[in-house]
């Protein structure tokens, strides 16, 4: 059941979990109901010499290219080629000046995309190169990919539901582990998942422990690095080795790894759902639906979680998804936090954090903030089994079914 709660105009807010969102959460998030504007070819780009000699059809000519859509980590742009037949046809192109980060969101989203398209043709853009612009300053890299037009944003529930639930089933990692073969890149994050490990709760603990790590020094908060130390102490056993315990086995799911509003669509041509902007690994594949959680995205609709897990239903033991799910937001969101101008989520992801602590080790929590001299964030401490509104200082629950678009 997803749970809904107000911000602070009094607007209904719904999160896929039933465990409620904190109060800052309520507070700064709303949901969006406007629909995403579709790109807009503009101006004029220039394409550059080490783009033009990886053209898939060898004597392709660049007839016009134009600035396509926005990213906050570098250019994208619509490319019109002609072949040699003499027929047009349209190539997708970003570019990202950041250094050796530019290289690993480069290459990171190739491999990501080559990875599912074998998998999957048509949920996302065929990728035919990346590469580094021959100049050396400055240090530039591109990917360069099919062109889709994007139509409706987000996909609707069944079609992107149905897409994923394809994918994550039908995915087969090549050692059989949880891992990939290469670090893609969270946004400007290079994931810690450049390993192949037989348990889950190993690669995300590395995977979480890495983001936590980036995230210390620069918000400097010694109450969040003991949410934090206790998280990945406590929690994140506590919920994820079950997965693989008593008999249980968890397969490694071919993950989009950032599935949000902004990186998925419906085609306009066809009408299907694709999604774009890969980060992925193998994985556990309820990790996908970890970033749903956050009311600011429309994926927050539980038309959404409901049609996945009619496709895949949670993973046992069931009585943990709640948890899980909201153990899966926090690297989105520290990430969110730490990079994304203007963030929100500081004091988000440390109120999860906590929530999550007052669930598994509360008393450890107590006695760790004690020993630094911090208060108790809030006085209800929560135990496993103990009712969801507890941990929101007593806030009504609100149920409301919402139709499918």
Request: glycine share 8%; hydrophobic share 35%; charged share 20%.
């Given at each position: 059941m997803a749970t809904k709660t107000a911000n602070s105009d009094g607007n209904p807010l719904e999160t896929i979990s039933s465990i409620k969102i904190g109060k800052e959460q309520g507070e700064t998030e709303e949901t969006p109901s406007d629909p995403i504007l579709p790109p807009e070819p503009s101006g004029n780009y220039e394409v550059d010499e080490s783009v033009r000699a990886c053209f898939p059809v060898r004597g392709t000519r660049v007839v016009h290219a134009q600035n396509y859509g926005i990213s906050l980590w570098g250019k994208t742009a619509k490319v019109v080629v002609?072949?040699?037949?003499?027929?047009?046809?349209?190539?997708?192109?970003?570019?990202?000046?950041?250094?050796?980060?530019?290289?690993?969101?480069?290459?990171?989203?190739?491999?990501?995309?080559?990875?599912?398209?074998?998998?999957?043709?048509?949920?996302?853009?065929?990728?035919?190169?990346?590469?580094?612009?021959?100049?050396?300053?400055?240090?530039?890299?591109?990917?360069?990919?099919e062109f889709?037009?994007?139509?409706?944003?987000?996909?609707?529930?069944?079609?992107?539901?149905s897409g994923l639930a394809y994918l994550h089933k039908n995915s087969q990692s090549p050692t059989g582990k949880f891992g990939f073969h290469?670090?893609?890149?969270?946004?400007?994050?290079?994931?810690?998942?450049?390993?192949?490990?037989?348990?889950?709760c190993t690669l995300y603990s590395k995977h979480l422990g890495h983001v936590m790590s980036l995230a210390k020094p620069i918000l400097q908060w010694p109450e969040f690095d003991v949410v934090c130390?206790?998280?990945?102490?406590?929690?994140?056993?506590r919920l994820l080795l079950p997965l693989q315990s008593e008999g249980r086995t968890l397969k490694p799911c071919l993950?989009?790894?950032?599935?949000?509003?902004?990186?998925?669509?419906?085609?306009?041509?066809?009408?299907?759902a694709f999604?774009?902007?890969?980060?992925?690994?193998?994985?556990?594949?309820?990790?996908?639906?970890?970033?749903?959680?956050?009311?600011?995205?429309?994926?927050?609709?539980?038309?959404y979680i409901n049609e996945y897990k009619s496709r895949f239903p949670a993973s046992p033991p069931q009585e943990d998804w709640d948890a899980r799910n909201l153990l899966y937001s926090l690297t989105?969101?520290?990430?969110?936090?730490?990079?994304?101008?203007?963030s929100s989520q500081r004091q988000v992801v440390y109120d999860d954090m906590t929530t999550l602590c007052k669930m598994f080790c509360a008393e450890d929590l107590k006695r760790e903030m004690k020993g630094i001299g911090g208060l108790d964030p809030d006085p209800t401490w929560v135990t496993v089994g103990s009712n969801a509104d507890a941990m929101n200082d007593g806030n009504e629950t609100e149920e409301e079914e919402e139709e499918e678009d």
């Open positions: 002609e072949l040699p037949t003499g027929e047009e046809k349209n190539y997708f192109l970003k570019v990202v000046t950041m250094g050796i980060i530019g290289k690993h969101m480069c290459e990171g989203e190739f491999e990501s995309l080559k990875t599912i398209h074998t998998v999957y043709q048509g949920f996302v853009p065929e990728p035919y190169a990346w590469g580094k612009y021959a100049q050396e300053e400055p240090e530039t890299y591109f990917l360069l990919a889709r037009d994007v139509g409706k944003q987000p996909a609707s529930p069944a079609k992107l539901a290469l670090a893609t890149c969270h946004a400007k994050i290079p994931q810690a998942v450049d390993t192949w490990e037989d348990s889950w130390k206790l998280t990945l102490e406590n929690v994140v056993p993950i989009h790894g950032d599935c949000w509003d902004g990186n998925t669509a419906l085609d306009q041509r066809t009408g299907n999604v774009f902007d890969t980060c992925s690994f193998y994985a556990h594949n309820e990790y996908d639906t970890g970033n749903w959680r956050a009311p600011r995205h429309r994926l927050s609709n539980k038309a989105f969101n520290i990430g969110n936090t730490i990079y994304i101008p203007g």
